[in-house]
C-alpha cells in the first residue's frame, strides 16, 4: 500500500528556514539540494511509512527518523496519510514542542 505524503505549513516553514540558513552559509546550490533530498526522504516515507521510532511518549502516534544524523523528521501515520509535521536540524529541541502547555 501506498500512502501519501503531505508536509504541514510548519513543516514547509521549516524546511524554508533550513533552506535560508544554508544558502547563507554556503550556498543556494547546497541549500537546494540538502532541503531537495530531505523533501525525497520523507516521500520515501509514502512506501515505508513506519520506518521511524515511534515516540508515544512525547504525542501519541508520533514517529520520528532521522535524516543524515543532522535532521530529525517528525511526522505521524494515519489510514493511508503520513503527515511531516517538523522538520527539526542541527540538534534543535523537537521534544518540548510537542509537549502540551501546563
Known sequence: MKYTVIFTPEAEEQLAALYRYIAAEASPNIAERY???????????????????????IRQGL???????????????????????????GGQDYENLFQPDL
Open 35 to 57: 532541503t531537495s533530498a530531505i523533501v525525497s526522504y520523507c516521500e520515501g516515507l509514502g512506501t515505508f511509512p513506519h520506518r521511524g521510532v515511534c515516540r508515544d511518549d
Open 63 to 89: 514517529r520520528v527518523t532521522n535524516y543524515k544524523g543532522r535532521t530529525v523528521i517528525a511526522y505521524d501515520v494515519s489510514d493511508e496519510l503520513v503527515s511531516i509535521i517538523g522538520v527539526f536540524y
